[in-house]
């Protein structure tokens, strides 16, 4: 999202006539002062180093309370740190000062949208709007919020609105071909999408992007970017790039490198950020769809398209009887930036273990796997996800497994890789790929969506899901 500081502009030192008293020296040394202040803290800012820039905003506000960039800095040097509450109070401060200011109504609209209140957050950006009509950045920012709130054809419409007005808005490119995709055109969303090259600082490569002409023996390197959910939704196009007669290098994460290797087509992995082995064309691996002309009807062509490995150290303990064998996994690890956290509660999931021909294993990994202990269900939940080194382990294990149930997450992509009867918890507002609504999903026909009701809510989610749960025991006993 676009967020806005306001520049330092050059600090004219005004010296008092010799008519001035003592309080007008001491006033001007002050400003002075200020001035100064306020510049240290601004390169403190730029430098990266939020504790002490915060410390000098302060100092900055202490000798000149009136100054609404003062305030505005500070408090995008909070959001930055996380400290939503506190950059939201700075914003406000400095509307007091400036009233209308669309930079200021912006920048609280985006810090109300990381706080999940989307109603304030729209009441400031559409004011911000009103207040600079001709501002890309104020309606790209709504848009974003518009489609956080669940209104995508509105978003859709303020991001042509804002290129409009600035035909290379990347940013704006990219969300607006996030939105298209969610509303299903594809084609014309991952064209949108393309423009993220732009917007990312990747390696200078020598070797030409390739144009999906026919390789004719020479080697493609598939670069990584996005999450690990991303590269293993996008492994599914290797088949075809191989089709094309490519020697196939795939770059990837370390815990993804023995998955991947298992993928057909695949005939080399290198870790990010390894020296590059020689390689003749290159393609973002989020970029295959576009280069290779894939449309809305061939996107679940090939699954499963994954496997575990042959060899592996993962063993469940075996089913005793007639039981339904389900993996959990509640948090992704970390919340996507400007987004709320897609974790749900664990508590939520251990009131699902009362079922009754339900056995249980948490698949979580990550610092999330400790909330176990924490909720004192360890025992009624065996702790796989701590055993597993990467997720060729992970797809060892949901291999073991009748159902994953998880939110979106790495470990959702697995399984709907592996075709595992998946059942997906879905965010109000959801990521691209879970479409915008239905309970089936393109990419992976073995899942099943739950998704919130509610922004924020996981009553609705969990109540039929409950209700799903029963009713696949229940098949399973009868």
Same mark, same amino acid.
């Given at each position: ?33 200020? %001035? ?60 007091? #000062? ?123 390197? #598939? ?39 298992? %993928? ?89 273990? %009362? ?124």
């Amino acid at each position: 999202m676009a967020e806005e500081t306001n520049k330092l502009t050059d600090q004219t030192e005004v010296k008092p006539s010799d008519a001035e008293s003592p309080v007008a020296d001491r006033i001007a040394i002050r400003d002075r002062e200020a %001035a100064r202040v306020f510049a240290l803290a601004t390169d403190l800012h730029r430098r990266g180093e939020y504790d002490q820039a915060v410390l000098a905003y302060s100092r900055a506000l202490t000798l000149d309370g009136t100054n609404a960039d003062i305030y505005n800095n500070l408090g995008v040097c909070l959001r930055a740190q996380g400290k939503l509450a506190a950059a939201s109070a700075c914003y406000r401060r400095a509307l007091v #000062l400036k009233p209308n200011d669309a930079g200021l109504l912006s920048n609280l609209g985006n810090t109300q949208r990381d706080m999940y209140d989307l109603r304030s957050a729209i009441a400031s950006l559409s004011k911000a709007v009103r207040n600079a009509p001709q501002s890309p950045e104020a309606v790209y920012n709504l848009g974003l919020t518009l489609r956080d709130a669940g209104d995508n054809d509105k978003a859709i419409a303020c991001f042509e609105s804002a290129l409009g007005m600035r035909k290379d808005y990347a940013a704006c490119h990219v969300d607006y071909g996030v939105s298209l995709m969610l509303k299903g055109d594809l084609a014309k969303g991952f064209e949108e999408y393309d423009w993220r090259s732009r917007m990312t600082a990747a390696r200078d490569l020598e070797q030409p992007l390739w144009d999906g002409s026919d390789l004719n023996g020479k080697t493609i390197l #598939l670069r990584q970017e996005g999450g690990m959910g991303d590269v293993i939704q996008f492994l599914r196009y290797i088949p075809a790039v191989k089709e094309k007669n490519a020697n196939v290098i795939v770059e990837c994460h370390g815990s993804l490198a023995r998955l991947i290797a298992t %993928a057909p087509g695949v005939d080399k992995v290198i870790i990010a950020d390894s020296p590059l082995p020689k390689f003749d064309v290159y393609a973002p691996i989020m970029s295959l769809p576009l280069i290779l002309g894939i449309t809305e009807n061939t996107v679940s062509d090939g699954i499963p398209y994954l496997s575990p490995p042959e060899l592996h150290s993962i063993q469940l303990p075996p089913a005793a009887g007639r039981q339904v064998r389900v993996g959990f996994c509640w948090s992704p690890g970390r919340p996507g930036a400007g987004l709320p956290d897609r974790s749900c509660p664990l508590s939520r999931i251990v009131e699902l273990l %009362a079922i009754p021909g339900i056995v249980a294993f948490s698949l979580q990994m990550g610092e999330r796997a400790e909330d176990l202990k924490a909720e004192s269900c360890d025992v009624l939940m065996p702790d796989v996800g701590s055993r597993l080194t990467d997720l060729a382990d992970l797809s060892a294990a949901i291999d073991q497994l009748d159902l994953v149930v998880c939110v979106d997450s790495a470990t959702a992509h697995v399984a709907g890789a592996l075709g595992k009867p998946t059942w997906l918890l879905v965010p109000f507002a959801p990521d691209w790929r879970w479409h915008a609504e239905g309970d089936t999903c393109a990419w992976y026909p073995s899942m099943r969506l739950f998704r919130q009701s509610q922004p924020g809510s996981w009553d609705s989610v969990f109540e039929e899901l409950g209700e799903a749960l029963y009713a696949r025991a229940q098949e399973t006993l009868s």
